[in-house]
């Protein structure tokens, strides 16, 4: 790795960390070669990016103390906000650096993603990203199959959920990590494309692999709850936002 980057990947890894965000660099140019133009992020191929992941201990770590201190906007998803301010203030931090930040809930004007998140996962090295593709024996005919990232250390069990631009920082000599394929065998492969597919409300695909750690009780009932009503679960629980925020609209199927 070039001492600069280095550099510049711990200035922005240690304060995710600690708020259970993980962050993987990659160059532009790995994650535009596997998709075709109309994806493609617009920046040189050697400009310097990270995608940004929530694992479990983010609910607590960095949600709830969010809660605590700041008022939620109604018009936007709470755990959108406290990623969002988050990831400002490590812009804030980072002063003297230009840094792009895309959600993963961002639509083009086309209403295409802004990014891929599960090819950005995959071409970094934060999570193998299993598709149709990846299995040989195919039962599944004319079906649209989607496919799904499992992380090695948390299964299914965390989130993409943004990406950090550097359009100034030119990393030629970057080294590419290929992500772990942990999910090895035919069968396996189509176990989780059909819990993935046809019952991800069981939340079954995540566990897969065994996950040193998963989403707790309280916060799978938190994405459980319908969007709309999560603010009501919120107020209810934690007597929180008390000055008569109502409810939010939701994002399309909004588990993370
Ligand atoms: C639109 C969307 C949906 C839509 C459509 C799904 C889809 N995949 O198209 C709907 C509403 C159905 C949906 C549902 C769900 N979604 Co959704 N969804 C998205 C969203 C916003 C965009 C996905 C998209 O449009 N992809 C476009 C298609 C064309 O991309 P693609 O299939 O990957 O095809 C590309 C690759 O194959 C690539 N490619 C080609 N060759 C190669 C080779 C390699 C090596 C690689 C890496 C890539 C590659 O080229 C293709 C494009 O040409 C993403 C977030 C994001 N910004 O990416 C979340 C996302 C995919 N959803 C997610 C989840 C969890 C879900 C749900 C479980 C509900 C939920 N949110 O809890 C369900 C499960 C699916 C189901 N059973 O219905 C997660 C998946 C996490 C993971 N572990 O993979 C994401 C990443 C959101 C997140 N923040 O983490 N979703």
Redesign the pocket.
């Known amino acids: 790795m070039e001492p600069r980057v280095g550099l510049l990947e711990e200035r922005i890894r240690a304060p995710l960390d600690r708020l259970g965000l993980e962050s993987y660099s990659f160059k532009v140019g790995w994650y535009n070669a596997?998709?075709?133009p109309?994806?493609h992020l617009p920046y040189s191929e050697n400009t310097l990016a990270f995608v940004v992941?929530s694992v479990p201990a983010m609910f607590d770590k960095a949600f709830k103390p969010f809660l605590k201190k700041h008022m939620l906007k109604k018009i936007h998803d709470p755990i959108d906000q406290c990623i969002s301010h988050h990831l400002l203030l490590v812009r804030e931090s980072l002063a003297d650096y230009q840094v792009d930040i895309m959600y993963?809930?961002?639509?083009l004007p086309n209403r295409?993603?802004?990014?891929?998140?599960?090819?950005a996962?995959?071409?970094s090295g934060a999570?193998y990203?299993y598709?149709r593709?990846d299995v040989e024996q195919d039962p599944w005919g004319e079906k649209k199959i989607?496919?799904?990232?499992?992380?090695p250390r948390y299964g299914?069990w965390?989130?993409?959920?943004a990406l950090l631009v550097f359009p100034d920082v030119e990393v030629p000599f970057l080294l590419q990590n290929a992500p772990i394929d942990c999910v090895r065998t035919e069968k396996e492969r189509i176990e989780l494309l059909e819990k993935?597919?046809?019952h991800?409300q069981d939340w079954s695909?995540r566990d897969i692999i065994e996950a040193k750690e998963k989403y707790s009780e309280e916060q799978k009932t938190y994405?459980a709850t319908p969007p709309a009503e999560r603010l009501k679960l919120l107020n209810l629980s934690r007597g929180l936002q008390r000055n008569g925020v109502a409810v939010f609209p939701a994002k399309?199927?909004?588990?993370?």
């Not at 295409?112 to 090819?119: G, H, I, M, Y």
């Open positions: 596997v998709l075709p109309a994806f992941v993963d809930y961002e639509m295409k993603p802004k990014f891929l998140a599960q090819t996962a995959h071409i999570a990203y598709q593709k989607f496919g799904v990232c499992i992380h299914g965390f989130a993409i959920r993935f597919n046809f991800w695909y994405f399309e199927e909004c588990i993370a």
